[in-house]
């Protein structure tokens, strides 16, 4: 079975500061990594994943994770971040060859100006 | 083409009721998901459908919970006899293949429907 940790609940930054949320996880077999972002009232967007090959996984609105085998982290980096980024981040992991993800309880990012 | 589309968008319905929930996925897609996320926690995996079987429904918490995909396109998930605890966001997801797991195609969510049991 997986599981997955995401011990910040909320993170709070000011505009343009930058910002990690982290991520955890466990398995007893090998899976792929994802970050997915929630809006308000809406459905989950995949920010970035990680599959295999370079363990530095570029996603889309200028999000990258690192990920770190003999830690099992996979932590989510921003080097600025804009007041648009505030929103809700759910890391999940699935056994690789299967479709189901296990998903953490998730981090809302809160930025201010 | 159109997302996952998801009906109706918020759902209210009195303790013990039965209720429908649709989802209508991105055309051509085989794999689809049910997720439920109560307030404040991350999705949780409900059942799984490649075409019209259900492959998997482990995740569905009592015999009161069923899925269907009859034809292999549009899904229904029904709650019968409701109960407060069933209150949460039922999400659906669909993605254009089944073979090679997530990895190879990525899933597509819905906004999902807003279920609130009084």
């Known amino acids: 079975a997986q599981s997955v940790t995401q011990l910040d609940s909320q993170v709070p930054v000011f505009e343009e500061a930058p910002v990690e949320l982290r991520c955890n996880y466990s398995s007893s077999v090998s899976v792929y990594l994802f970050w997915y972002v929630q809006y308000p009232n809406q459905g989950l967007q995949l920010l970035l994943k990680y599959l295999s090959g370079s363990t530095l996984v570029k996603g889309i609105n200028g999000f990258e994770a690192e990920f770190n085998k003999s830690q099992t982290s996979f932590h989510l980096r921003k080097p600025s971040v804009h007041i648009s980024d505030t929103a809700e981040y759910f890391c999940a992991v699935a056994p690789t060859g299967f479709q189901k993800l296990v998903f953490g309880t998730g981090t809302r990012l809160l930025v201010s100006p | 083409g159109a997302g996952v589309s998801q009906s109706p968008r918020y759902k209210v319905a009195k303790r013990g009721q039965d209720v429908a929930l649709r989802c209508d996925p991105i055309?051509?897609?085989?794999?689809l998901f049910w997720y439920q996320q109560a307030l404040g926690q991350g999705p949780e995996f409900l059942t799984y459908?490649?075409?019209?079987?259900?492959?998997?429904k482990s995740g569905l918490p009592s015999d009161r919970f069923f899925a269907e995909r009859p034809e292999g396109s549009v899904s229904t998930l029904k709650i019968q006899r409701t109960q407060q605890e069933d209150s949460a966001v039922y999400l659906c997801?669909?993605?254009?293949?089944?073979?090679?797991?997530?990895?190879?195609?990525?899933?597509?969510f819905g906004n999902g429907t807003r279920l609130t049991v009084t």
């Open positions: 055309s051509g897609h085989v794999s």
């Open positions: 997801a669909s993605s254009l293949v089944s073979t090679g797991g997530i990895g190879n195609s990525p899933l597509h």
């Open positions: 459908f490649q075409n019209e079987a259900q492959l998997d």
